[in-house]
């Protein structure tokens, strides 16, 4: 438990330094059904808010399918509803954005000694008060699972990701976002997850970037896999 303590003392400090920099919160709630070896299902919803808890500004919630194909690459769809406020306090309206989102995905996965790699490629048919846009995402992440084995579970597990995004219209760079976090899993079902993350916005109006500090709770309903550190996402479905 010492390097649970060590972390939770970490993202304290974090808070506690760049609250005065108005540093938002990320709160993700994150559910998967494994059907079987080859197909399972999620669902996902999210709030954030522009200062620490409070200034709610965006919640999200989606759900979709994930087709295995192999051991290192599966397929994904999904679909949400994703609303973003104007600033200012909670939920002021009139919205900045109201959308529908359709998403095929693929992710591929491959170890680099005991550290897991991923390449996730998606492509965002997006419907938007303003406006139908296109826009794909590059996602690259690093994971490493550590801690003495429990029923061949390693409880720890620390990640590292940045994701680029881009759409066919000037400027095409659209976006980035960066994540360090940690996640301590309880079992082989639930998952806790803690990190802080850094996103920069190239004139954008459907979300801000700025700081945030991220919160996560994953939800393994069912899994048929051998690997109980598979069944535990990377990072969170949809950041």
Request: glycine share 6%; net charge positive; hydrophobic share 35%.
């Amino acid at each position: 438990m010492k390097i649970l303590n060590f972390f939770f003392i970490l993202f304290f400090g974090i808070n506690i330094s760049m609250s005065a920099q108005d540093l938002g919160s990320w709160n993700i709630v994150n559910l998967k059904y494994q059907l079987n070896d080859k197909w399972s299902l999620f669902g996902e919803a999210q709030i954030r808010s522009l200062k620490f808890y409070t200034n709610f500004h965006y919640y999200e919630y989606k759900a979709g399918f994930i087709y295995q194909i192999n051991k290192q690459l599966n397929f994904g769809l999904g679909a949400g509803d994703y609303d973003t406020y104007r600033e200012g306090g909670n939920f002021v309206t009139p919205k900045n954005n109201d959308e529908f989102r359709l998403w095929p995905q693929l992710v591929f996965v491959n170890n680099l000694g005991k550290i897991k790699v991923e390449h996730r490629y998606r492509t965002e048919f997006r419907f938007t008060s303003n406006g139908f846009r296109n826009r794909f995402r590059y996602r690259f992440a690093l994971v490493y699972n550590f801690g003495k084995s429990k029923n061949d579970l390693k409880p720890h597990q620390i990640n590292f990701s940045n994701e680029l995004f881009f759409t066919n219209n000037e400027p095409y760079f659209e976006r980035n976002r960066t994540i360090i976090g940690y996640t301590y899993k309880l079992n082989k079902t639930i998952a806790l997850q803690i990190g802080y993350l850094h996103q920069f916005d190239y004139k954008i109006n459907d979300e801000t970037g700025r700081d945030f500090f991220l919160t996560g709770v994953h939800i393994d309903l069912k899994s048929k896999r051998k690997n109980s550190d598979d069944s535990i996402p990377i990072i969170p479905t949809d950041i």
